[in-house]
């Protein structure tokens, strides 16, 4: 990616996905988008990143790390006025760095904070991809099966496919493998019947946003697997890094849903699945309310309703 256009269309044809990683790649693509701009005046490049931030934080509207991201590149700019365009470039480069650094340590707490979840032999279902595949670490979702993993434990993953994008079949389970932790791959409508049959212990799911009152947003299908664990009796965890709570978005009522092209449904792999003509929905995400989620796992704790989301308040299990 060398271009402000490269880097946004990589965001939102979902080259990159994954709400830390939109961010880590943001961060730095802005910092890529600018260099060509070096000797530009500075009140024309600080102008230049103004507009370069607004594009890539508007490339997809659901995952809050986006514009929290940009909005922190920004703030660094702004805190030294008086920086040549030159010298904001090497701040922006050790912001976006940061950036990258902290999200690999998040990865990490995440895990830590979650490995009492899992206990030897545990079997988890998870929902889409939120894994090493979309941070720049370990993962959110699966931070604590590869903590567990390391701690001798033995884990196995369910994994939903994911439609109608298949990021559970096609990244969850080849980042598994490839780990050599064992999974497998359930169509999405498979997910409760196994919980009625006791096959699975544990719930744990990313997020791209989160409310301040815990409903979260995650890929298409989680609500239904929260509904299933529910009646079920099976805890459903959302692990997500403290930049994904959205503090200013009081309910998931508030959180815009991105709505993608419905030739995503009707086609699979360029072949068409769905008669031509075919009206179909995609929206990429829903929203699971917080009565459904038993605990949020972030990298400063683990929550429980109701939600504070503070540090002094955060509840440690």
């Given at each position: 990616?060398?271009?402000?256009?490269?880097?946004?269309?990589?965001?939102?044809?979902?080259?990159?996905?994954?709400?830390?990683?939109?961010?880590?790649?943001?961060?730095?693509?802005?910092?890529?988008?600018?260099?060509?701009?070096?000797?530009?005046?500075?009140?024309?490049?600080?102008?230049?990143?103004?507009?370069?931030?607004?594009?890539?934080?508007?490339?997809?509207?659901?995952?809050?790390?986006?514009?929290?991201?940009?909005?922190?590149?920004?703030?660094?700019?702004?805190?030294?006025?008086?920086?040549?365009?030159?010298?904001?470039?090497?701040?922006?480069?050790?912001?976006?760095?940061?950036?990258?650094?902290?999200?690999?340590?998040?990865?990490?707490?995440?895990?830590?904070?979650?490995?009492?979840?899992?206990?030897?032999?545990?079997?988890?279902?998870?929902?889409?991809?939120?894994?090493?595949?979309?941070?720049?670490?370990?993962?959110?979702?699966?931070?604590?099966?590869?903590?567990?993993?390391?701690?001798?434990?033995?884990?196995?993953?369910?994994?939903?496919?994911?439609?109608?994008?298949?990021?559970?079949?096609?990244?969850?389970?080849?980042?598994?493998?490839?780990?050599?932790?064992?999974?497998?791959?359930?169509?999405?409508?498979?997910?409760?019947?196994?919980?009625?049959?006791?096959?699975?212990?544990?719930?744990?799911?990313?997020?791209?946003?989160?409310?301040?009152?815990?409903?979260?947003?995650?890929?298409?299908?989680?609500?239904?697997?929260?509904?299933?664990?529910?009646?079920?009796?099976?805890?459903?965890?959302?692990?997500?890094?403290?930049?994904?709570?959205?503090?200013?978005?009081?309910?998931?009522?508030?959180?815009?849903?991105?709505?993608?092209?419905?030739?995503?449904?009707?086609?699979?792999?360029?072949?068409?699945?769905?008669?031509?003509?075919?009206?179909?929905?995609?929206?990429?995400?829903?929203?699971?309310?917080?009565?459904?989620?038993?605990?949020?796992?972030?990298?400063?704790?683990?929550?429980?309703?109701?939600?504070?989301?503070?540090?002094e308040m955060r509840s440690r299990d």
């Open positions: 990616m060398r271009t402000l256009d490269d880097v946004r269309d990589a965001i939102s044809t979902l080259a990159v996905r994954g709400a830390p990683a939109i961010g880590v790649a943001a961060a730095i693509g802005l910092v890529v988008s600018l260099l060509p701009f070096e000797n530009e005046a500075g009140v024309l490049f600080r102008a230049r990143l103004q507009t370069h931030a607004g594009i890539l934080g508007a490339a997809r509207p659901t995952a809050v790390n986006l514009p929290w991201a940009m909005a922190r590149m920004s703030a660094r700019a702004g805190a030294n006025p008086v920086a040549s365009s030159a010298e904001l470039l090497t701040l922006l480069r050790e912001e976006a760095t940061n950036i990258l650094d902290e999200d690999r340590a998040m990865c990490e707490s995440i895990g830590a904070h979650g490995l009492p979840f899992i206990p030897d032999g545990t079997r988890v279902l998870t929902h889409c991809n939120a894994g090493a595949l979309a941070t720049a670490g370990i993962g959110t979702a699966l931070a604590p099966v590869y903590v567990a993993q390391r701690e001798g434990r033995r884990v196995s993953v369910f994994a939903n496919e994911t439609r109608p994008l298949l990021q559970g079949s096609r990244l969850t389970a080849w980042e598994l493998g490839r780990a050599g932790i064992p999974v497998t791959i359930l169509t999405d409508g498979m997910a409760a019947s196994l919980m009625r049959a006791h096959e699975i212990d544990v719930v744990l799911v990313g997020a791209d946003r989160v409310a301040a009152n815990g409903d979260t947003a995650n890929k298409i299908g989680t609500y239904a697997v929260a509904v299933a664990a529910k009646h079920h009796g099976i805890p459903f965890y959302v692990c997500a890094p403290w930049s994904t709570i959205d503090r200013a978005t009081a309910s998931g009522d508030a959180i815009a849903i991105e709505q993608r092209s419905a030739d995503e449904v009707r086609f699979a792999g360029g072949t068409a699945v769905a008669p031509a003509g075919a009206n179909a929905r995609n929206p990429a995400f829903d929203v699971t309310p917080a009565g459904l989620i038993t605990g949020v796992i972030t990298d400063k704790g683990v929550y429980r309703a109701p939600y504070s989301f503070t540090y």
